[in-house]
């Protein structure tokens, strides 16, 4: 267990330096510059900018020294806002990104599983084929549309909530809304479909003949293996919801983490573009690397310090 | 298996701890993001008869240091924190800091008394040698880092010599602080406008101890330190900022306000539905946006909450007149000759803009009134009969049989890509030439037009100051925002000419003079329309301005319901 946490952890360095590499080059290879705007800075105060970033500098240099401040945990200052650093912004939307992500994590993952568990069981009737209904449509309509429908319904016309914003409880339900249906759609489907396949396997019949009540078997048996699609959906999931959604931030004036993503290579942002990428791929492995480990741990086929990886 | 599912559970426990351990290290650490929940909470309930003006910013602005800004978002917040010398009031320049200002005879030196009343919202008093600082600290070429708007200084005499380091010191930079309460300063050129000019944010004082000390002075509230009828309150990064009344601020009589809150929202409707719902009391320009389509509806219902103004700023085609056929006069002369103004801004904008004919746009200033009807803008008609004729004839002096088929690039957003398609299929329909309209990414959009590499690309030019020069220096011989390969020998020296008077007749006759040449003579761009600024404002807000450029002004405002 150890030695494969630890190779796992290298794996995950190593990944984040080519990562790094690689960014580093395409995006400098991008056409552009931070300081270009509609209306063009002197060709002297431009050259004060460029030495002042280093741009002068050639590529490898710039990149070594980039390197170098990598190592040093420093990811630098962002070009476009003024006197902040890459980490303060990170950190401060991802505060918000990552509170609304957990919310929706939880409602899809319960709601998901709840929903997906009643269908099996109802296999082929009428409420397993509503549910999947609902889920079908849930997976075909665009999140943006669901979230400036609600917004315009629930707040704008009946104003039941605020129509932007993160600043109460309340403010988290519409969001929650547009950011949860896909997941819980997928959840659902997922579940119904792995546990209609359990129910009907063997050692749900011998534990049914054993006598066992059908709520042991279910939990105890049948669900222990029906959730283990679900655990390798849920983890890369994670990552993506907790770093926010450029969409659903946007429509809900959420100050999050995902409007950089496009917003900084845009504006040529550039620490802030390395920035929030290798933050993006940190949050990605890791959360791929408990979902292997939660794996191991839900299924008895599994053993990690055995398979060596 | 008991011990197994308790390791998950720890996995899970530990794994949302370090989550959000990321996230509460850095709330406690800062304070603006403390301030998100309550002041949220003011807002929405601060709909009543208070006095708080709410509008949307749409991002974050880049910074709210004078030296470093250079856009509409930090300026519009600027607009509240601080105060030059003079400020606007109904398009004149009024003393502000400056009780008195003695110009001289040649119209080189300005001497001010700065008001004894004039007071820091740290409480410290605002000196001669705090502009004295700001100016020379924004034209530093060491500054960290380099202020880009740095050139709005170069009137001063040596000014540019400094900062591009060609030559002058910053002891040789022509302004001075005499005493605490008199600043002296000079000028390269006579600049009849240059009283307008104090107002503009590169022309804001800082207080010289403050930002000394603390180079990062302008990142947060808590270290901020302004001049201005308002004091920055907080400063909720990518969320909010607030702005409350200054105390000491020596006109505080005028100041009726007890809040203006600014949002930071990107989505046009998310704006649009809070503006419904009296989350906010403004929408629309200068720094928001109400989707295309409900404006167009809003103008025809003739909505009594819409507010349409023109605004100082032209939209125009680059021609790349370096390149084939492109460089020919009659090409240019037929392409913008082919297409039906009017119709672009009625059926395609449908924002009330105004066709353009000529380059510099209403609102600004000639020698009694307007420079646009002082000057007539008969420069060339819509034709597209006598287009065809002059393009045959362009072509062939090109040794060309037909016009190849050439793109038109434009960058992504606003109404670039419709009005591109209509301005495509006129020429087609006119002039039976086939146009590929493309979008391009605006960095790259921006890089292609100013290293030449399109055949017709898209612009807009907006006002730096209320002259006509504004818009006519830019077009000199390797100007910097010369984007079309342009040069006229004729067109440079005019431009020479009224730089060095400060004759306002001459000054207007010279600048007249040159936009013949270029649009006249040489339509080196092709002018579409002149822009609108549109706004909804709710009834209960009184006297917030926009300006003849389309800044707003809520310095003054009140609400009343």
Redesign the interface.
């Known amino acids: 267990m150890f030695r494969y946490v630890l190779r796992k952890s290298v794996n995950i360095v190593l990944s984040l330096f080519v990562l790094a590499t690689a960014t580093f080059f395409l995006m400098k290879a991008?056409?552009?510059?931070p300081?270009?705007?509609?209306?063009?800075?002197?060709?002297?105060?431009r050259e004060?900018?460029i030495r002042?970033?280093g741009f002068d500098k050639p590529l490898w240099h710039q990149y070594l020294i980039y390197l170098k401040n990598l190592l040093q945990l420093d990811l630098g200052m962002s070009m476009?806002?003024?006197?902040?650093s890459v980490v303060?912004?990170i950190?401060?939307?991802?505060?918000y990104s990552?509170?609304l992500g957990?919310v929706a994590i939880v409602v899809s993952v319960v709601v998901g599983i709840a929903v997906g568990l009643i269908a099996a069981l109802y296999n082929r009737k009428l409420i397993d084929r509503l549910i999947m209904l609902f889920a079908t449509i849930g997976i075909a309509v665009p999140n943006f549309v669901l979230a400036?429908l609600a917004?315009?319904y629930f707040?704008?016309k009946l104003?039941w909530f605020?129509?932007?914003?993160l600043?109460?409880p309340m403010d988290y339900v519409l969001p929650t809304l547009a950011l949860s249906v896909l997941p819980i759609a997928f959840i659902a489907r997922l579940t119904r479909s792995t546990m209609i396949e359990v129910l009907s396997a063997d050692y749900i019949r011998t534990a049914k003949a054993k006598g066992l009540g059908s709520l042991t078997i279910l939990i105890r048996h049948a669900l222990r293996n029906g959730l283990l699609p679900v655990v390798s959906y849920v983890g890369p999931m994670t990552a993506n919801i907790?770093t926010g959604s450029v969409v659903v931030e946007?429509?809900?004036?959420i100050?999050g983490l995902g409007?950089f993503f496009t917003d900084s290579v845009?504006n040529?942002d550039y620490t802030l573009i390395m920035g929030i990428t290798l933050f993006y791929a940190a949050i990605l492995m890791f959360s791929r690397f408990?979902t292997d480990?939660?794996y191991a741990?839900?299924d008895p086929r599994i053993k990690i310090s055995k398979k060596g990886g | 298996m008991k011990a197994?599912?308790t390791?998950?559970l720890v996995?899970?426990v530990a794994?949302?701890a370090i989550?959000?351990g990321?996230?509460?290290?850095?709330?406690g650490g800062?304070t603006?993001?403390n301030t998100?929940?309550e002041?949220?909470?003011e807002a929405?309930n601060g709909g009543g008869a208070d006095q708080v003006f709410r509008m949307n910013l749409s991002s974050?602005p880049?910074?709210l240091?004078p030296a470093?800004m250079?856009?509409q978002v930090s300026s519009t917040v600027m607009s509240g924190l601080f105060e030059g010398l003079t400020r606007m009031e109904n398009g004149e320049a009024v003393n502000a800091m400056a009780e008195d200002i003695q110009v001289s005879e040649d119209g080189l030196k300005y001497t001010f008394k700065i008001r004894p009343d004039a007071k820091w919202s740290n409480g410290d008093a605002v000196t001669a040698h705090d502009f004295e600082y700001s100016w020379k600290r924004t034209l530093d070429?060491?500054l960290?880092?380099?202020?880009?708007?740095?050139?709005q200084l170069y009137y001063i005499k040596n000014a540019e010599e400094y900062?591009?380091?060609?030559g002058a010191t910053v002891d040789q930079v022509g302004v001075k602080a005499i005493d605490d309460s008199t600043l002296e300063v000079e000028l390269k050129n006579p600049t009849p406008y240059f009283k307008s000019l104090l107002s503009f944010y590169t022309y804001y004082p800082v207080n010289k101890a403050v930002v000394s000390a603390n180079?990062?002075w302008?990142?947060e509230a808590a270290t901020y330190v302004s001049n201005g009828p308002f004091k920055l309150e907080s400063w909720?990064?990518?969320?909010s900022i607030d702005l409350v009344p200054f105390e000491n601020y020596y006109g505080k009589a005028d100041i009726k306000l007890s809040k203006v809150h600014f949002?930071?929202?990107?989505?046009a409707?998310?704006e649009s539905?809070?503006y419904?719902?009296e989350?906010l009391d403004w929408s629309g320009k200068p720094t928001g946006s109400i989707p295309v389509e409900q404006l167009a509806m809003l103008i025809q219902d003739k909505n009594p909450e819409l507010v349409s103004q023109p605004q100082a700023s032209t939209y125009y085609y680059n021609f790349n007149n370096t390149k084939k056929p492109f460089n020919n006069v009659k090409v240019r002369k037929a392409l913008a000759m082919a297409i039906d103004r009017k119709a672009i801004v009625e059926k395609v904008t449908k924002g009330n803009e105004i066709p353009a004919y000529g380059f510099v746009p209403p609102g600004i200033h000639g020698v009694n009134g307007d420079f646009r009807d002082e000057v007539t803008t008969e420069y060339f008609k819509e034709d597209p009969a006598e287009a065809k004729k002059l393009l045959a004839e362009g072509l062939a002096e090109e040794g060309m049989t037909a016009m190849p088929e050439f793109e038109l690039s434009y960058n992504e957003g606003g109404l670039h890509k419709p009005v591109a398609e209509a301005i495509a299929d006129m020429w087609n329909k006119n002039l039976g030439i086939t146009v590929k309209t493309q979008t391009v990414?605006?960095?790259?959009f921006?890089?292609?037009r100013?290293s030449l590499a399109y055949d017709v690309a898209r612009?807009?030019?907006g006002a730096?100051y209320n002259d006509p020069m504004t818009y006519i220096d830019m077009w000199i011989t390797g100007g910097?925002?010369n984007?079309t390969g342009f040069s006229n020998a004729e067109y440079d020296k005019l431009v020479k000419d009224a730089y060095a008077t400060s004759d306002q007749q001459a000054r207007v006759d010279a600048m007249a003079k040159a936009e013949q040449i270029l649009i006249g003579d040489n339509m080196a761009i092709m002018p579409i329309f002149y822009s609108s600024v549109n706004t909804l404002v709710k009834p209960y807000v009184k006297n917030v301005t926009i300006d003849y450029k389309g800044d707003i002004d809520y310095t003054r405002a009140y609400i009343e319901k």
């Not at chain 2, 900062?163 to 060609?166: D, H, L, P, Q, R």
Request: glycine share 8%; charged share 15%.
């Open positions: 991008i056409p552009g510059d300081f270009m705007q509609e209306k063009n800075v002197p060709a002297a105060v004060n900018l002042y970033y476009r806002q003024q006197y902040q303060d912004i950190s401060r939307s991802f505060k990552m509170q957990l400036t917004q315009y707040a704008n104003r605020h129509v932007a914003g600043h109460g907790i946007s429509i809900f004036g100050a409007k845009s040529r408990i480990i939660a741990l839900i | 197994k599912l390791l998950l996995l899970v794994t949302v989550l959000s990321c996230g509460n290290n850095n709330s800062n603006g993001g998100a929940g002041n949220a909470g929405s974050e880049p910074t240091d470093l250079q856009d070429p060491n960290n880092p380099p202020a880009p708007y740095a050139y900062n591009t380091g060609k180079p990062a302008a990142a909720s990064h990518s969320d949002v930071m929202i990107s989505d409707n998310t539905n809070m419904d719902t989350e990414e605006w960095k790259v921006l890089q292609n100013t612009a807009g030019w730096d910097g925002n984007d």
